[in-house]
């Protein structure tokens, strides 16, 4: 048994054994768990996708004459100005003015709220065009300026949903192509997307969210940020396979971390055809392993992981809840999956490549003693489901 | 046939070059076979032609000379289609979509893109399912 403020103490001493999830599997298979329990004191996780549940609060300072913001514009993206005079609110999938979306069938959704981000921590500069009515202590109605983050006092990322636990796999079963946030998919199954970095993903290396909790310091597109809340749409009351690892979307983080600090390698904006706009993050969290239970959990691996294969021409809209079959991750990472005797072709919307880099730069940070690991202040709940929208009428 | 090589060019035409039909000419005089990829003419009457030329080096050099002595760029580095390593976040979303192999992940265990321009026949598939913009077309 180790405790979290003995992990720190090895790591601040530069002594901490940190693997990734990706390297502990062999490791552990090697030296067997008690003897690599001993050893292992974290294990590096992450994942690199898109998360359309990510946005930004801006606090611009006052102008001269002061305004209190009603309507606001970032690069013609519009901002939620609902708060208090100069803060703003830019979510990643609002799209920009103009933008003709699906009118043009399928829309190419090329700039938005997660374009605007990425453009921020890139350091690159943009515009703001903010609209009021005027008050006596605010008497400013029109304001058009240029920006870069550092000019803000403060640009905080909330990120309300992410690091999902599991994901489906989408595919088309219809006889036309389809576009989805999982990617185009051709019709008669031809293809598939999903999307997740598998046996380096957060929450399948620690499937009851006994380390991960509310408070738990994250690696957050390079700044050091930490879990808020559970994510919305949390509902870790799911199937769950090998080690008590779900099959399905299962359970959610809220994450939050300062813009300024962030590496705009791992902040992108997403345009996903006929379907709308995005931003992809990059993720890393520690694990602490506390004893020998915690060290198996991550030695989860892809092929013990499975997803579920739905219609998403028609189960999926119509939530008829009908699964096409299960497919583990090392299946999908194989680039075809057999669905019903039929080979289909695998794409992925999250970076493997991405999350190995990160999980990589996670453990050089937690060895050279910059990273330490935080004790979460409460754990996330671990009994509940989703419910569908109640609709009267 | 068996010293023939193979070489995918890209023709650019700062004006329209299309009073002289080139494809017939590199066929007869030249004694190349053509395969074209993509051709645009631009409504600035620039042109783009993205081809493979089969034949003997020497008739290549030949029909090479004989384009510009017409005004013709020649560009042999260059393709229509660009992928930008840095843009690339090495999703895979592209791979499946892509007909020749041109854009693969020959490690799956790292899961890293590559992108192999001589393989690419300018189908333009990925460029409609990249997300990240990371694959253009310059025409
Ligand atoms: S243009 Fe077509 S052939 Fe070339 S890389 Fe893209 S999908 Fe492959
Ligand atoms: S879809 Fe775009 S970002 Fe993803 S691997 Fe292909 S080129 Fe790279």
Same mark, same amino acid.
């Given at each position: 048994m180790k405790t979290v403020a003995e992990i720190n103490e090895k790591i601040s001493s530069g002594r901490a054994?940190?693997?990734? $999830?990706? /390297? +502990?599997?062999?490791?552990?298979?090697?030296?067997?768990?008690?003897?690599? $329990?001993? /050893? +292992?004191?974290?294990?590096?996780?992450?994942?690199?996708?898109?998360?359309?549940?990510?946005?930004?609060?801006?606090?611009?300072?006052?102008?001269?004459?002061?305004?209190?913001i009603t309507e606001a514009w970032l690069d013609d993206v519009s901002a939620y100005s609902g708060i208090a005079a100069v803060d703003l609110y830019l979510g990643a999938t609002q799209l920009r003015h103009n933008d003709p979306a699906n009118l043009d069938y399928p829309g190419d959704f090329r700039f938005g709220g997660g374009h605007v981000m990425e453009k921020l921590i890139a350091g690159k500069e943009v515009q703001l065009f903010a609209l009021?009515?005027?008050?006596?202590?605010?008497?400013?109605?029109?304001?058009?300026t240029r920006f870069t983050i550092d000019d803000l006092n403060q640009a905080v990322m909330v990120n309300p949903r992410n690091c999902y636990q599991n994901y489906n796999v989408a595919i088309n079963a219809s006889d036309k192509p389809i576009y989805t946030y999982l990617g185009y998919l051709k019709p008669h199954m031809k293809n598939c997307g999903y999307s997740s970095a598998g046996q380096l993903s957060p929450l399948l290396n620690d499937p009851f969210y006994r380390t991960i909790g509310v408070g738990t310091r994250v690696w957050l597109a390079g700044a050091q940020g930490h879990v808020y809340s559970e994510g919305t749409q949390h509902s870790p009351t799911c199937e769950r396979g090998v080690l008590g690892v779900p099959s399905e979307g299962a359970g959610t983080l809220a994450l939050t971390a300062d813009m300024k600090k962030m590496n705009p390698e791992f902040v992108r904006g997403v345009s996903l055809k006929g379907y709308g706009v995005s931003l992809s993050l990059g993720v890393g969290i520690p694990i602490p392993i506390l004893d020998e239970d915690m060290l198996k959990q991550t030695t989860i691996r892809d092929r013990d992981i499975k997803a579920q294969v739905i219609d998403y021409s028609t189960d999926y809209p119509q939530r008829t809840g009908k699964v096409l079959g299960t497919v583990n991750y090392e299946e999908l990472k194989s680039g075809t999956i057999e669905l019903n005797g039929q080979k289909v072709e695998t794409g992925s919307l999250s970076s493997y490549a991405g999350a190995r880099k990160i999980a990589a730069i996670l453990q050089e940070e937690i060895r050279s003693g910059k990273f330490l690991l935080s004790q979460p202040i409460s754990p996330l709940p671990f009994e509940q489901s989703m419910k569908p929208m109640k609709e009267i009428g | 046939m068996s010293d023939n090589i193979t070489k995918k060019i890209m023709l650019y035409f700062p004006e329209c070059e299309t009073e002289s039909p080139i494809v017939y000419h590199l066929v007869k005089d030249y004694d190349l076979m053509i395969n074209i990829f993509r051709a645009k003419v631009t409504?600035?009457?620039?042109?783009?032609?993205?081809?493979?030329?089969?034949?003997?080096?020497?008739?290549?050099?030949?029909?090479?000379?004989?384009?510009?002595?017409?005004?013709?760029?020649?560009?042999?580095?260059d393709k229509g289609v660009k992928w930008d390593q840095n843009r690339c976040v090495q999703c895979g979303s592209c791979v499946p979509h892509c007909p020749t192999g041109a854009l693969s992940i020959p490690d799956r265990s790292t899961m890293e893109i590559r992108f192999e321009s001589n393989k690419c026949i300018e189908c333009l598939s990925c460029i409609k399912v990249c997300p990240y913009e990371a694959v253009t077309s310059i025409f």
């Open positions: 054994v940190v693997l990734t $999830a990706e /390297e +502990v599997i062999d490791y552990v298979d090697k030296k067997g768990l008690e003897q690599a $329990a001993k /050893e +292992v004191d974290v294990v590096t996780t992450a994942t690199f996708g898109p998360m359309c549940s990510s946005g930004c609060f801006l606090n611009f300072g006052h102008s001269k004459p002061k305004i209190r009021s009515y005027g008050t006596d202590d605010y008497p400013g109605r029109e304001l058009r | 409504p600035e009457e620039e042109g783009y032609l993205v081809l493979d030329i089969t034949g003997s080096d020497g008739n290549i050099h030949q029909a090479t000379e004989w384009l510009q002595s017409l005004g013709i760029i020649v560009n042999e580095t």
